[in-house]
């Protein structure tokens, strides 16, 4: 028998105000990419697109080198995101565990290069020689781990009850069986929360992009080419003849277009956020 | 779940197997040296290359040169067409008509200054850079650190057709500290790059003529106001094209000037510039000016422009095409002229000038054949490659008559006027960039800009001393004079203009200040080069 | 459970040598991402040298002079240095007292609801403005909530019967302006560590509490908040961590002369007077002093959690 509770709905409120502020936003720049030049430009789109046309779009999309790049960061973020949680895991996990008799140390060895950021240039001068440059493997391995997920993935391996990995262990399971049969089920919350950390990082990544890929246009990631398009559409001083193009209209449609597969993902990633999910593995 | 997982793993490993094998074969990280292949290796200049004179036409040398360039690609869309350019069918034809091989390295406009930073660090140095000037960020100071060589003595002899069409201020202004000339220009022949544009339409309507002098401005703003226009004046942020009226009073805050004392010293401290600020801050209070027009990003200002909203702004010459063309779109009799700027309280007019070449092609010291490079830039002086750049192939693009005269039709589809742009603009690189007089007539709205050129341009801009490259500006980086890094004044503009602070009262102690925290070595560092020739009025 | 005997020295090493190799499996899933951080993270750091270094490209960091502190020296000497310090300091404090609890505050309060349509509605609206570049983010601001005529945050004032603001035509407002942007846009991607923390809590604690009496604050207070207090730890030890690196862009996109004194940081200042040439010696030289500043601020931190709640980074 639910009650009604003040609180509950005044904390409802709240949180729906909240949400409606950052709806609208989205809802204005949703609108204003489906919308005409000249509506844009006299100000007159709110949350509903008027003189709706695809045009942008079409210019967004009818670009070969943008569509190629839709699947670079595809390939990047799967395939990044893969090598990330890898590492990531493997590092978190053996720095949980109390066995681990070089914890502090370790930590410590991670936590300076967090402080402490490597310089650009010698980067740089690194991946050139161990011949990254230009191939899809600068826009992966240079940022391979996170320092911050790491530590954040370790606070939640440490949590896990030790009584249940003693058992394991009294059963005779060795680290690997532990590790993928016991503690990852158990993690799926977390797993979840870093994986997308991780995803979205790659998904949004250009740095890499520009620093290391120079010449091989066809590697440019989609950030790194939406980048492209914007200026194009506002270099100042050309003799240009662009004109059913409104930059603001382009704009707002390269946000729509980077947002789109990263809101898709979101909510197959809120299923690991359900109460219980950890619980349910455990065995007692 | 966990077969879902490899299976998923195994295809992306796969694709990006693939999309790494799609990478240039050539990824050598040495930069290929210029190799001429016939004789005259030695580098022993004059007898065995053939050197035109002038105005011979182009005769391209019967051996073929092969060097590296690095050029920005200056967010062309082309680029995205035809992605590798060195196959481009422009660059090839380019190419024949020079005897050359040319590899060239676009490099794109997203993280210019780092990229060239990183490939310079990294002991990559193309044959040729083209950079923005001597002082480019992207250069890291390689100009100072001896890295490019001096052309003075090759150019007359080697790219004649060059020496004679880039006017000779051009060639003057491009001379280094040490007296050499380092690099062959994309420069301007007209250094009043920027136009007053105005709403005839709003004038007509209310009866107003063109305005003049300053006070005539403010009548006509005043009256627009009256009538609901929105923005009678807009301007950008950081001050950017708003100095139309900094022009009138001769304060323009890029410029350097002499003060009462002879001194070389920036346009922001004289005292010309309070009554400057004095005015603006007005027009702010009266509401003449866009209260918002330091928060105004291009896109904003340009909206406003274009939707109708404003009666008077400033912009680029060349862009009067486009801005018409939109303007028409939301205001069908809407019309736009491009006027001189408001006459000041000393009769002169217009903004800064600009400086006389927009980017430079620097050769590396360590090209070899310098000389056979500079052969291929001079196909660029001639009439020939002017008609090649801007209309394309004969037969193929355009076709001539019997009198000599063009028939071209200049490109409406979005693809076709990218390609045209592309060729005409950037791969033309040595030119006149500051209109192409060829295609002009064939342009919408092309010969209004061809007047404005040919009949307000050399009257209008205020003339100032060009300091280039100061030592104690990278000491005391705030008080430079470049358009967006004039920090120290900008401060102080932009509390004066909101009425934050008084400018009667402030200025006074503003200009001490400038003295205080670093102006005064600044000073004497500009008025010592001017004294050597070092720093020269601009023409 | 093991029982550790007091060993003399020599055994003792050989037990270490012998403890490791019983768990062996460990330190070898350690191995691979030991080995990324000495390769990527530590080896160029060596390249800081450029902060003692009168560095040119050309030159490379071989051909380079030393040059010791000279640099550290140019930047205290700058005129602007003091203020900058002091927004760096001010803002990184407005950021840890109002930034960080917000995103545990919101997690807190979606825990609560009761709808589970409701709650993962609510969760994916306010996870989308992270995907907001900072330059939409910046626009969203400054034109449509706090333009002087029809700013929605002045149509509110005006239909109120307050007086209009020009919100950014001074810098009264800037740094609060700057530090709600930053809670706005990622408020709700940074709860989802608190959501997902939240979830791993056994439900059966709430259960008994319930049964005992214990209403919602006090199940917050007394179960909720000291389970999440090791993930609470880390993030807020992260972020002190990082003290001085408030962002690049989201300041930039606020910044102008009217309010440069207030909210000028370390990195716009870089990229705004664009050092020609002398950049990297330069940013390499503040990127060093942010970093000895973030350590220093860590390692106090870190201490004064392990004496509170017993619970530190490391």
Redesign the interface.
Known sequence: M?KFSL??FI??L???L??L???L??L??IAVSFSG??A????AVTFWPIDVTLENYRLVFG????VRSIW?SI?VT??GT?CNMT??V??A???S?K???FK?S?????????????????????V?KLKM?????ALI??G??S??N???L???F??LPESVLESARMDGA???RT?YEIVLPMSK??L??VG??YG?TNW?A?MPA??YI??????YPLQ?KL??ML??S??????????HL???GM?MTI?VV??IP??IA??FV?G????????GSVKE | MKKGIAVTAGMLVLAAGMLGACQKADNSTAAPTTQAVTQAESGSAGGETETPAAGDGYAAPADTVEFSMSMRSLAYRYFDQAPDINDDKWKVELENRTNSKIDIMVVPQTGYVEKMNLMFASGQIPDVVQASSYSDPALANAVAEDVFMPLDDLIKEYAPNLWERVPEDVWESLRYDDGHIYGLPEYLSSTTRRATYIRKDLLDKYNLEIPVTLDDYVNVMRVFKDKGVKYPYVGREKFMYTDTFFGAFNAVPTTWLLDENDQVVPAFIMPQMKDALAFYHDLYEEGLIDKESLLNKQEDWERKCVAGEVGIFQRNVVNYSQMQAKLEQSVPDGEFIMIPGPVGPDGGHGVAKASPYMRVFLFNRNMKNPERVLQFFDYMGTDEAAEFFSFGIEGETYTKNADGSINFEYPTDTGAMDELQYRADWLWGVRNSAYNEYLLPYQTGGNTILDYFNEVAPTEGREWIDVKQMETLTTYPDLQTQENRQEYWQAYAAKVFYGELDVEETFDSFVEDYYKIGGKEVVEEATKRYREGLAVWTK | MKVQKELPPSKRSRSVIRQIYQHKTIYVMALPAILWYIIFKYIPLMGSVIAFQDYSIFKGISGSAFVGFKNFRKLFAYPDFYNILRNSVTIGLYDILLSFPMPLILALSLNEVRSLKYKKGIQTIVYLPHFLSWVVVGSIFVNVLLSPDFGLINRLLEILGFEKVFFMASSKYIRGIVISSGVWRDMGYSAIVYIAAITSIDPSLYEAARIDGANKFNQIRYITLPSLTPVIVTMLLLKVGHFMDFGFERIWVFLSGVNQEKIEIFDTFIYRVGLQGAQFSFSTTIGLFKAVVGLTLLLGSNYISKRLVDKGLF
């Not at chain 1, 506002?234 to 004109?243: A, F, K, T």
């Not at chain 1, 690991?272 to 619980?279: D, Q």
Request: proline share 4%.
């Open positions: 639910k609180a509950g904390n409802a709240f949180l729906g909240i949400a502020s950052m709806l936003p989205f204005n720049v030049q000249v844009i430009n006299n100000n670009n070969k080198l943008l670079v390939v799967g395939l893969l590492l990531t493997l590092l996990y053996a720095i565990r066995e681990f008799l502090r370790v930590t410590l060895f991670i936590l300076f290069t967090f402080v402490f950021p490597a310089p650009m240039i010698p980067t740089y001068l690194l050139q440059l230009e191939t899809i493997w391995i240079p391979a781990i320092t911050f790491l530590l954040v370790r606070s939640f440490e949590q060795g680290e690997w590790l919350a977390s979840a929360t997308l950390f979205v949004n250009y520009m620093l120079n010449r091989n246009t066809k590697l790194i980048r492209d200026l194009q506002s270099v100042e001083g050309s003799s240009d003849q662009l004109i409104s930059a603001y704009k946000i980077a947002a990263v809101l979101y909510p809120q690991y956020f359900v109460k219980g999910v950890t619980l």
